[in-house]
């Protein structure tokens, strides 16, 4: 119950006036049952717009990080995941993938929605990067169909490092539901998970019209860090 009051009372009708989110493609979003949702990550903003924008619930498993912040910031964002039933989910060590899986899949046994970023991580400069298989083995396993998804606008109000989003127009848009029945049982086979993973960013970016990396989006940005350092070493004393 929460959970409706804070969307429908507290953040649809604030996001709404403020960004006045154009959306396309809702009809594609399952009226019942279980689905995934999967989209492109331009923004912390993405957290709140589509959410916000569904008559359904929808569960995202999210970065444990957003559970754990601290200060005033750190605080209103936790407890916002929190509230909306969030799943925290730890990206660090091996077994981090095998256990957002099992999360995911618990949330699409019980019919709901899952949202999913492919990706792994925002995008640090607008560009749709390779999409990590987890999204297809859960589709495969849990035999649901994907929703694709694009954010349109949301990295220019609010890109990486911008604290207070600027007030701008957006667009979501959601994309016909694809089906990957053809690959039951074959969610171990890496063949079949990363063909089904392409086909989902290839439908992302057909909505979103952004220029696609292939290259994991994590693998750029350790990169970038390892260059910076490089070019701006401490000082040592």
């Known amino acids: ?18 960004f006045r989110p154009r959306i396309e493609g809702i009809e594609h979003i399952p009226a019942d049952g279980a689905a995934i949702i999967a989209g492109n990550h331009l923004s912390f903003s993405d957290h709140f717009l589509m959410p916000a924008m569904l008559k359904r619930r929808i569960t995202f498993l999210a970065k444990a990080e957003y559970f754990t912040g601290r200060g005033p910031k ?54 749709l990067y390779k999409g990590k298989v987890g999204v297809a083995v ?14 349109v606008g949301t990295f220019e109000i609010q890109p990486p490092g ?18 990957f029945t053809r690959f039951a049982g074959m969610e171990n086979e890496k063949a079949a998970i990363r063909a089904v993973t392409d086909e989902i960013m290839y439908e992302i970016l057909a909505l979103s019209g952004q220029e696609y990396v292939d290259r994991y989006a994590s693998d750029v940005k350790a990169e970038s860090k390892a260059d910076q350092a490089k070019k701006f070493p401490r000082l040592r004393r």
Not at 166 to 176: D, E, L, N, S, Y
């Open 162 to 179: 911008q604290k207070v989003p600027h007030i701008k127009p957006v667009t979501i848009r959601f994309g016909t539901p694809l089906d």
């Open 1 to 18: 119950m929460f959970y409706y009051v804070l969307k429908f009372v507290l953040f649809a009708p604030v996001l709404r006036v403020l």
């Open 138 to 151: 859960m589709a495969i396993t849990a035999g649901v169909p994907v929703v694709p998804c694009a954010m």
């Open 74 to 127: 750190g605080r209103l964002t936790a407890f916002f995941f929190r509230a909306v039933g969030q799943i925290p989910v730890d990206r660090s060590g091996k077994e981090a993938g095998k256990a957002a899986i099992r999360e995911g899949l618990g949330v699409l046994d019980k019919g709901e929605l899952l949202g999913i970023y492919p990706e792994g991580t925002r995008s640090h400069d607008g560009r």
